[in-house]
Antibody, heavy 124, light 114 residues
């Protein structure tokens, strides 16, 4: 069974770069029909999609964050990563990595596997 | 962007009673193949969201049959036939029409036990 695990600093200073990695285990990140996404949730609030990457490196970002976000993939390590810069206190949130399984390969066209989430606080 | 609007935002329910959550999208989620790109997720307290319903009405693997999704186009409903204590949490609808370039979630509906 595939498992996703987020890792990275829990505290980032304002104006600096938030960097997180999602490690995929129990399966390959290189499977076709899968996209690898980042989603965040500010404390007590709802879910906001950040962006996605395919195993081949194609990326799409939420227009509201596009100027500050970079998502990359390392297939040799079965990992994908998020960078958000510069950050402000408004970026404080739980960050989730998730797999989107496309219907083009018989998937549900949904986020079917989620990591446990990691809390990132932006504060000096 | 597609805007997703849920109601109600808070839903107190007596165990054993039914519950219903509405989700409306600002544009049709029905594609040319007749599929509605609308998913439902449940985020239990302290947990990550979990997929309940995809393509508007198909239950995800392992989801009890007391959960059902219906609707088409811009109006969708999640129904729980008999609420159990383990169903508490926040329910989100999400549009996947713009896969893979954009996804948007509803505000969330918090279901609590009376």
């Amino acid at each position: 069974q595939m498992h996703l695990q987020e890792s990275g600093p829990g505290l980032v200073k304002p104006s600096e770069t938030l960097s997180l990695t999602c490690t995929v285990s129990g399966g390959s990140i290189s499977g076709s029909g899968y996209y690898w996404d980042w989603i965040r949730q500010p404390p007590g609030k709802g879910l906001e999609w950040i962006g996605t990457i395919s195993y081949s490196g194609s990326t799409y970002y939420n227009p509201s964050l596009r100027s500050r976000v970079t998502i990359s993939v390392d297939t040799s390590k079965n990992q994908f990563s998020l960078k958000l810069s510069p950050v402000t206190a408004a970026d404080t949130a739980v960050f989730y990595c998730a797999r989107f399984w496309s219907g083009s390969t018989a998937g549900p066209d949904a986020f079917d596997i989620w990591g446990q989430g990691t809390m990132v606080i932006v504060s000096s | 962007d597609v805007v997703m609007t849920q109601s109600p935002l808070s839903l107190p329910v007596t165990p054993g009673e039914p519950a219903s959550i509405s989700c409306r999208s600002s544009q049709s989620l029905l594609n040319s193949y007749g599929s509605n790109y609308l998913n439902w997720y449940l985020q239990k307290p302290g947990q990550s969201p979990q997929l309940l319903i995809y393509l508007g009405s198909t239950r995800a693997f392992g989801v009890p049959d007391r959960f059902s999704g219906s609707g088409s186009g811009t109006d969708f409903t999640l129904k729980i036939s008999r609420v159990e204590a383990e169903d508490v949490g926040v329910y989100y609808c999400m549009q996947a029409l713009q896969t893979p370039s954009m996804y948007t979630f509803g505000q969330g509906t918090k279901l609590e036990i009376k």
